[in-house]
């Protein structure tokens, strides 16, 4: 079927568009991360982008229209780099594997993505909804730690993981790893790295399999 002139023009108008709109989140991106939420005007972002003011509404009609879509934009690529990092540790066959996994991927997204990172942590702190309420968009903890939990859980009956109770381990990880966003934030020139090898160790022995007979106290039993 032949695709009209008219047909044509419109997708291509799509695209530019598009392309627009993703241009300006990515100035929004850039001027949370250098200036802070409160600063990060609609002006600065058409200052950044070489336009007017009235170019940056036409696509975000306000300030927090522009915010939500770089809520959405940074979200989406922490699954996009977490997700595959995650799968090919095959917490399923191996969760052993999983928690070094988890940290080394969450601090490699903290290293390569730190101006989405910088946004989004000041614009957790800074933005609040009609209800006075951060963005719904943040409420992905409760099933972060649930799928941590699932696969301490699961390593726990396949012999792989000690005694402890996997809610807590799954929190206080989840803990940690946030703490490490929230220092990096304080202190870009901290070594993610060195850092994150050291949590790996830390809860690689927290879980680890129970001692045998005579080789010292026994974890906690799950209660």
């Not at 770089?70 to 699954?79: H, K, N, R, T």
């Not at 206080?172 to 901290?190: E, H, M, N, R, Y």
């Amino acid at each position: 079927m032949r695709t009209s002139s008219r047909d044509a023009k419109t997708a291509s108008s799509t695209f530019t568009q598009r392309k627009r709109r993703d241009q300006l989140v990515g100035y929004m991106i850039e001027a949370v991360a250098d200036l802070g939420f409160a600063r990060a005007s609609i002006g600065e972002v058409a200052r950044r982008a070489g336009v007017s003011k009235g170019v940056v509404t036409y696509h975000f009609a306000a300030k927090d229209d522009l915010i939500r879509a770089v809520i959405a934009d940074v979200i989406a690529s922490m699954e996009e780099y977490l997700t595959p990092r995650l799968l090919a540790a095959d917490p399923a066959r191996f969760p052993e594997r999983f928690i070094a996994a988890y940290i080394s991927a969450w601090a490699g997204f903290y290293q390569s993505h730190t101006a989405q990172v910088l946004a989004l942590a000041r614009i957790f702190i800074g933005f609040r909804d009609e209800s006075g309420s951060p963005s719904p968009a943040f409420e992905v903890r409760a099933g972060e730690v649930a799928a941590i939990e699932a696969v301490l859980r699961a390593g726990q009956d396949m012999g792989r993981f000690g005694s402890f109770d996997p809610h807590v381990m799954a929190s206080v990880l989840k803990i940690a790893v946030d703490d490490l966003l929230t220092q990096f934030v304080s202190d870009p020139g901290l070594d993610i790295e060195a850092y994150a090898a050291q949590l790996i160790t830390l809860f690689e022995r927290a879980t680890g399999p129970d001692p045998g007979p005579g080789k010292g106290a026994s974890h906690a039993k799950e209660t």
